[in-house]
């Protein structure tokens, strides 16, 4: 890049601009643990597949409110016994991770409620987030570029002076602000064991607003100031 340095007849200023917008998150994310134990493995195998099928197959029944659905690691493990000698196992213990995001939380409370109540489930989350494309990135970008402007602008015009130019313009950062919540350490959990054969009332979920921020750094030419 072509520097120019500032001379009295083309004095430059450099400002950092932020922008930060508080807006309505786009997508939620819940963790799906499913768990089997037994004294067979093959009993422990098939249980979990079972179960495996039964959460995904709930899960895909929302059609387009999932926009995603993964599954994660897969265990099956001896347990050894408490007591005795040599490579004693008294049983075994298995579990799959599913990870599923969805878009209309109209269906998020209820799908949360009815995976929990799968037997041995626990469900985690939720964790909420905005598209990678979203719209809210770009208009804090813009808030960012039109703050540099103002503050360039009100330090010319304190000397008397104008913007005649702008030389540089870089992107300083962008990320989530405090507001973007995700792994580790937020949402909630639920575990417990189906025994009831009734529906269980759909949680009612409120969307955790998100906090975006964008930073740039501007360098300006300005007018001789009137000094």
Same mark, same amino acid.
Do not use: C
């Given at each position: 890049?072509? $520097?120019?340095?500032?001379?009295?007849?083309?004095?430059?200023?450099?400002?950092?601009?932020?922008?930060? @917008?508080?807006?309505?998150?786009?997508?939620?994310?819940?963790?799906?643990?499913?768990?089997?134990?037994?004294?067979?493995?093959?009993?422990?195998?098939? #249980?979990l597949t079972s179960r495996n099928t039964e959460a995904i197959t709930l899960?895909?029944?929302y059609g387009e409110a999932v926009a995603t659905l993964e599954t994660g690691?897969?265990?099956? #493990?001896?347990?050894?016994?408490?007591?005795? &000698?040599?490579?004693?196992? &008294?049983?075994?213990?298995?579990?799959?991770?599913?990870?599923?995001?969805?878009?209309?939380?109209?269906?998020?409370?209820?799908?949360?409620?009815?995976?929990?109540?799968?037997?041995?489930? %626990?469900?985690?989350?939720?964790?909420?987030?905005?598209?990678?494309?979203?719209?809210?990135?770009?208009?804090?970008?813009? $808030?960012?570029?039109?703050?540099?402007?103002?503050?360039?602008?009100?330090?010319?015009?304190?000397?008397?002076?104008?913007?005649?130019? @702008?030389?540089? @313009?870089?992107?300083?950062? @962008?990320?989530?602000?405090?507001?973007?919540?995700?792994?580790?350490?937020?949402?909630? %959990?639920?575990?417990?064991?189906?025994?009831?054969?009734?529906?269980?009332?759909?949680?009612?979920?409120?969307? $955790? %607003?998100?906090?975006?921020?964008?930073e740039v750094a501007a360098r300006f030419v300005m007018s001789p100031p009137?000094?």
């Amino acid at each position: 890049m072509t $520097q120019h340095p500032p001379t009295p007849e083309a004095p430059q200023v450099t400002v950092r601009g932020e922008g930060r @917008l508080e807006v309505e998150p786009e997508r939620a994310r819940i963790g799906v643990s499913l768990r089997a134990r037994g004294t067979d493995r093959t009993d422990v195998l098939a #249980t979990l597949t079972s179960r495996n099928t039964e959460a995904i197959t709930l899960i895909k029944s929302y059609g387009e409110a999932v926009a995603t659905l993964e599954t994660g690691a897969l265990s099956v #493990t001896p347990e050894p016994a408490r007591h005795g &000698r040599g490579e004693r196992v &008294r049983g075994y213990q298995g579990w799959v991770h599913l990870s599923t995001e969805l878009t209309d939380f109209t269906a998020l409370g209820e799908l949360v409620t009815r995976l929990a109540d799968l037997e041995w489930t %626990r469900v985690d989350g939720p964790w909420w987030s905005l598209r990678p494309d979203s719209p809210a990135h770009a208009e804090a970008r813009r $808030q960012a570029v039109r703050e540099a402007v103002r503050r360039a602008r009100e330090y010319a015009e304190a000397l008397g002076s104008t913007l005649v130019a @702008l030389l540089e @313009l870089s992107d300083t950062g @962008l990320g989530p602000g405090p507001g973007m919540s995700g792994p580790p350490g937020g949402g909630m %959990r639920m575990a417990f064991a189906a025994e009831s054969t009734e529906a269980p009332p759909a949680l009612d979920l409120e969307p $955790q %607003r998100q906090t975006v921020t964008a930073e740039v750094a501007a360098r300006f030419v300005m007018s001789p100031p009137a000094l």
